[in-house]
């Protein structure tokens, strides 16, 4: 099975000086975790990836002296996401992103073509909810992506592999 018949085609995207804020909001629109950051409005080429987890940690956790936390509304995307991303081709098969799961500890992998151009997310509910996994595939990969690491805590798209 490959990557192209499972993906989330044509997911919302960020520029750079896009706030925190603004990534947040397609978040709960488009009811998903990641956002895909493009070098520029209708590039779609990838320069980068937020997640829900940048977010907090990134915006919410940090607390620079004086103050409680940053404020999402003037923090600019570029702040705190990730320009290092784990990517596959829509042409890779399932396992191949299985695979890219498991080593980084991730639950979502985009999608980009040759040309680094976006194209869509493949999540691990894409992978479950159509049925093109095992469930012994699904435990084994879930197990790889809970398993607790000793670094602190950080956006862990930041440890990275790409496409094999």
Known sequence: MLVSEVMTTNPTCCIPSDTAQTAAIIMRDENTGIVPIVEQKGSGKLVGVITDRDLCIGVIAQRPPGTESL???????????????????????VETVLDLMKDNQVRRILVVDEQNTIQGVVSMADLMNRGHVSKGDTRETLKAISEPTNEPSKPRAESVKTSK
């Not at 999402?72 to 990730?82: G, K, L, Q, S």
């Open 71 to 93: 404020n999402a509304t003037n923090i600019p995307v570029e702040h705190c996401m990730t320009t290092k991303v784990i990517y596959c081709s829509p042409s890779d098969d």
